[in-house]
């Protein structure tokens, strides 16, 4: 792994969160050298049907880090998820810790805030959020390393974050039995996706992979890690050399099949707000339907 300032000695302890509501695996990674962890992709809770917000999720996570002792140094986001909202304020507040996502969030800031028609105060520079993720940008968790690789496609903002011989790969990749994400969300591309697949797939073999999401096709166990090896070989959207040209394919005549996420609307006002969610003018928190705008 030459290519990559990561030490892939190192061994990252990786607890999972799974969240049956939106089917999105959070993480807790921890420097096996320091009590220094991350937390990668949280969910927040929402009754949709009912307006209500709770932190079930959230509160199992952060129990998780009290209990062991932990120190928050990081609350990554590998994208602005379409299908989950993001407790990353609410973890910060309880626990500390820096939110950061890649730089294109600006991208998905403009093209949403036209979608939600948000005013002047809505913020469209990532200042929301505390870092900013170039591609290739190293930093630390304790003492590991760790790496935010650019991998578009799914949205216009996907990092993957690789820390040690761990890979936590947002909605780019899904476990070899379920392929990819869509790609037709505003600012997606089925050929970009399929250039970060192969940037992910260029990995070491033996490098872990922890994926965003997993749905149990054919109704196996849900399942979250694999390694690059097992997505060459396995994986039924690009492994054994599929072609770009059958790949776009393929992911665009699946994608015009597909209903819009359930929660897709409150997740990407509040999303792109880095987990915050949107007050009305007297203060109160509320979100918008806009019509036939998706």
């Known amino acids: 792994m030459s290519n990559y300032p990561v030490d892939m000695d190192t061994t990252p302890d990786v607890e999972a969160f799974f969240d049956p509501a939106t089917n999105t695996i959070s993480y807790v990674v921890k420097d096996p ?22 932190y079930d999720h959230a509160d199992a996570i952060i129990k998780y880090i009290q209990d062991n002792d932990l120190k928050l140094e990081w609350i990554i986001e590998t994208h602005v998820h379409a299908d989950h909202l993001s407790a990353a304020p609410y973890i910060q507040q309880k626990l500390g810790g ?12 403009d093209t949403f805030g036209k979608v939600f028609n948000e005013g002047t105060e809505f913020q469209r520079d ?30 216009p903002a996907c990092m993957a974050h690789v820390m040690g011989n761990a890979t936590f790969v947002g909605d780019t990749l899904f476990m070899p039995d379920g392929g990819s994400a869509r790609a037709d969300f505003p600012g997606g591309d089925a050929a970009t996706l399929y250039d970060s697949m192969q940037k992910l797939l260029a990995l070491p073999d033996d ?23 097992e997505e060459k070989e396995h994986n039924i959207h690009v492994g054994k050399g599929t072609s770009k040209e059958e790949f776009i394919r393929m992911r665009e005549e699946r994608d015009a099949t597909l209903g819009m996420p359930t929660l897709i609307i409150p997740s990407l006002q509040v999303n792109m707000r880095a987990g915050a969610v949107p007050k009305d003018k007297d203060g109160n928190p509320m979100l918008k339907v806009p019509v036939n705008a998706l």
């Open 98 to 109: 820096k939110i950061g996502i890649g730089e294109n969030i600006l991208i998905v800031q």
């Open 33 to 54: 050298a320091s009590n220094a962890c991350a937390v990668i992709d949280s969910v927040m809770d929402i009754d949709y049907a009912a307006g209500r917000i709770t």
């Open 207 to 229: 490098m872990r992979l922890f994926m965003c999401h997993d749905y149990g096709p054919n109704g196996r166990d849900i399942e979250w890690e694999t390694s690059v090896g």
């Open 126 to 155: 990532g200042s929301q959020f505390d870092q900013l993720f170039k591609d290739g940008d190293t930093y630390k968790v304790g003492n590991m390393d760790a790496l935010a690789i650019f991998t578009p496609g799914h949205t």
